[in-house]
């Protein structure tokens, strides 16, 4: 049985509600998963509370992967979107936080620019998206990205440019600049 045949074998299992199949499955894409996060959120607590949130979707979800993308894509996109989930909620506390003449107030522009970016990132194709947001905001480099899409490093770098290109005619190139790490 090959290893894609094994995964698909545990992805069937964790849909039927097998806990030790899903936990088998998990534990093969844990370690790509927890470095999004710890990329993402920049704190290994953070990081903790958005792996869980992420393997928590990702279980209650099962069901609902397609397989029209690899699961650990799939997984990915989960942890990045817990871990982004994370990072809102911590800028949400430092927010309230902030006096409304305190001179930092310059801040409310950036946190609105992050959330314009995410929502233009919505308007990128998945694969397209997935890469910008793993070099962008997982930090990895072409090389790891190819690796883990299972593509070449040149798809890896058209599909950034393209994402980059579609960005670009949804969001002002001075959000883009500001709004992302």
Same mark, same amino acid.
């Given at each position: 049985?090959?290893?894609?045949?094994?995964?698909?074998?545990?992805?069937? =299992?964790? /849909?039927? /509600?097998?806990?030790?199949?899903?936990?088998? $499955?998990?534990?093969?894409?844990?370690? *790509?998963?927890?470095? +999004?996060?710890?990329? %993402?959120?920049?704190?290994?607590?953070?990081?903790?509370?958005?792996?869980?949130?992420?393997?928590?979707?990702?279980?209650?979800?099962?069901?609902?992967? =397609?397989?029209?993308?690899?699961?650990?894509?799939?997984?990915? #996109?989960?942890?990045?979107?817990?871990?982004?989930?994370?990072? &809102? #909620?911590? &800028?949400? +506390?430092?927010?309230?936080?902030?006096?409304?003449?305190?001179? @930092?107030?310059?801040?409310? =522009?950036?946190?609105?620019? #992050?959330?314009?970016?995410?929502?233009? $990132?919505?308007?990128?194709?998945?694969?397209? /998206?997935?890469?910008?947001? $793993?070099?962008?905001? @997982?930090? $990895?480099?072409?090389?790891?990205?190819?690796?883990?899409?299972? %593509? @070449?490093?040149?798809?890896?770098?058209?599909?950034? *440019? #393209?994402?980059?290109? +579609?960005?670009?005619?949804?969001?002002?190139?001075? +959000?883009?600049?500001?709004?992302?790490?």
């Amino acid at each position: 049985m090959s290893e894609d045949d094994s995964e698909r074998e545990l992805i069937n =299992r964790a /849909r039927a /509600r097998d806990d030790r199949a899903f936990e088998q $499955l998990i534990t093969l894409h844990r370690k *790509h998963a927890w470095a +999004v996060c710890v990329r %993402i959120t920049n704190n290994t607590s953070d990081a903790e509370d958005a792996l869980q949130d992420a393997m928590t979707a990702a279980w209650q979800h099962i069901d609902k992967y =397609r397989g029209e993308a690899k699961f650990s894509t799939w997984l990915h #996109r989960i942890a990045a979107n817990a871990a982004l989930s994370i990072v &809102r #909620r911590r &800028r949400d +506390v430092a927010m309230a936080e902030i006096e409304p003449d305190d001179p @930092g107030h310059d801040a409310y =522009r950036e946190f609105d620019d #992050r959330d314009q970016l995410q929502i233009a $990132l919505q308007s990128v194709p998945a694969d397209f /998206r997935t890469a910008l947001v $793993l070099r962008e905001y @997982g930090g $990895l480099s072409y090389e790891e990205i190819a690796a883990h899409e299972g %593509i @070449g490093v040149q798809t890896v770098k058209s599909r950034n *440019h #393209r994402a980059r290109a +579609v960005l670009l005619t949804v969001v002002d190139p001075d +959000v883009w600049s500001t709004g992302h790490p």
